[in-house]
């Protein structure tokens, strides 16, 4: 039996790391790949496809391309949306100028429906490039129940003169999940507001509907272990505001597998009152209709999502010493994530809220 110093062994070592070949990396700032994004919805009927083309200095828009979505093969093709104009003033002439929306992107929709379990090929071609993605949409989660509350949670800033409590109202969200059962599952939560306020004058005054959104409404979880998933979101702590917080809502059922689960959120309690302060008009009636979307997600979508929680968290431009946030692709023959989800939804209808013009002072 051979033996050998610890000498030697130390040499070889020594003399197979010290051997590096430096790699130069050469690469053509002409040379680009179609980037596709869309989050798509089974619950939709009208879709939306984004589409750029990436060169390693810059993103470009990508107009005039074929986008194609094959659902179990069945074709239905995708028509190019034009970005729209926008109105500025030219500051050297001080004349208004009309010129179209400049995005780094180019939209594209079309019209499909979606079911579990169907197959669904988004491609892109332009000249000689072509990119594609292929997503099964997964089978939905469901919202068992939801209940609401409002409740004052009470925190303690640090602050260079001592500590100071703060109370803060909310609505507190109690929803009971129902897993799918025997596989592993993904989701996002998000809670939507949409606001109709229909105004009213007497005389010659103007009567008129306003819609305001949908949209989205950030919440807390407050150590909710399923959907911090990882992260912490919990507010007042002197060091709690540097961890990452789950701004992406998204979370996995590895705490819940196969069953159901109660989580709870919250939403600060002026989201749901309305301050019309801003109209004029003797009377003001305004409606607000809040839906709660839990969406079942696929693996690739989530580790996305998890990702931009990271660069949100940490910014974008993090310190040198930290590795850069790898965002996740999909697209074959590109860059970008193509996701579907199935879609599980609840609405809530506030009371609705009446004003006079007597209520406002205007200045």
């Given amino acids: 039996?051979?033996?050998?110093?610890?000498?030697?062994?130390?040499?070889?070592?020594?003399?197979?790391?010290?051997?590096?070949?430096?790699?130069?990396y050469e690469y053509d700032l002409n040379d680009g790949k179609i980037t596709i994004m869309a989050q798509l919805c089974a619950s939709d009927i009208q879709h939306s496809v984004f589409?750029?083309?990436?060169?390693?200095?810059?993103i470009d828009s990508l107009s005039g391309a074929t986008v194609n979505c094959?659902?179990?093969?069945?074709?239905?093709?995708?028509?190019?949306?034009?970005?729209?104009?926008?109105?500025?003033?030219?500051?050297?002439t001080q004349e208004t100028v009309i010129a179209p929306i400049k995005n780094r992107y180019t939209r594209y929709d079309f019209q499909a429906?979606?079911?579990?379990?169907?197959?669904?090929?988004?491609?892109?071609?332009?000249?000689?490039?072509?990119?594609?993605?292929?997503?099964?949409?997964?089978?939905?989660?469901?919202?068992?129940?939801?209940?609401?509350?409002t409740v004052v949670k009470s925190f303690v800033f640090q602050n260079l003169d001592g500590s100071e409590t703060y109370?803060?109202?909310?609505?507190?969200?109690?929803?009971?999940?129902?897993?799918?059962?025997?596989?592993?599952?993904?989701?996002?939560?998000?809670?939507?507001?949409?606001?109709?306020?229909?105004?009213?004058?007497?005389?010659?005054?103007?009567?008129?509907?306003?819609?305001?959104?949908?949209?989205?409404?950030?919440?807390?979880?407050?150590?909710?272990?399923?959907?911090?998933?990882?992260?912490?979101?919990?507010?007042?702590e002197l060091f709690e505001d540097l961890m990452p917080v789950n701004s992406m809502h998204c979370f996995s059922?590895?705490?819940?597998?196969?069953?159901?689960?109660?989580?709870?959120?919250?939403i600060p309690s002026y989201y749901f009152k309305s301050y019309p302060y801003y109209y004029d008009a003797d009377r003001i009636e305004v409606n607000k209709f809040f839906r709660l979307s839990f969406k079942s997600i696929d693996r690739g979508f989530y580790n996305y999502l998890r990702a931009l929680n990271n660069m949100l968290c940490y910014g974008f431009d993090v310190s040198p010493i930290i590795e850069p946030t790898m965002?996740?692709?999909?697209?074959?023959?590109?860059?970008?994530?193509v996701s579907i989800a199935s879609e599980s939804d609840y609405e809530l209808v506030l009371d609705k809220q009446v004003f006079y013009r007597e209520d406002f002072i205007y200045y």
């Fill in 51 to 58: 589409l750029s083309m990436s060169y390693p200095d810059r």
């Fill in 327 to 337: 965002l996740p692709s999909n697209v074959n023959d590109g860059m970008g994530m």
């Fill in 167 to 236: 109370e803060q109202e909310y609505v507190e969200f109690t929803i009971r999940l129902d897993d799918v059962r025997g596989s592993d599952s993904f989701f996002t939560m998000d809670g939507m507001m949409t606001t109709v306020t229909q105004l009213t004058s007497a005389g010659e005054g103007e009567n008129r509907v306003v819609v305001d959104g949908p949209y989205r409404l950030d919440y807390e979880t407050f150590h909710d272990l399923i959907l911090e998933d990882g992260y912490s979101s919990g507010l007042g």
């Fill in 70 to 92: 094959y659902v179990n093969g069945v074709l239905h093709r995708a028509t190019q949306v034009h970005p729209g104009y926008e109105e500025y003033i030219d500051w050297d």
């Fill in 113 to 149: 429906e979606f079911k579990p379990g169907d197959k669904v090929r988004i491609e892109a071609l332009k000249g000689g490039a072509e990119a594609w993605a292929e997503e099964v949409v997964p089978q939905p989660g469901r919202l068992v129940s939801v209940d609401t509350a």
């Fill in 253 to 266: 059922d590895k705490s819940f597998q196969d069953g159901e689960a109660v989580v709870r959120f919250y």
């Fill in 1 to 24: 039996m051979k033996r050998y110093s610890i000498i030697t062994i130390l040499a070889f070592a020594v003399l197979s790391v010290s051997c590096e070949n430096t790699i130069r």
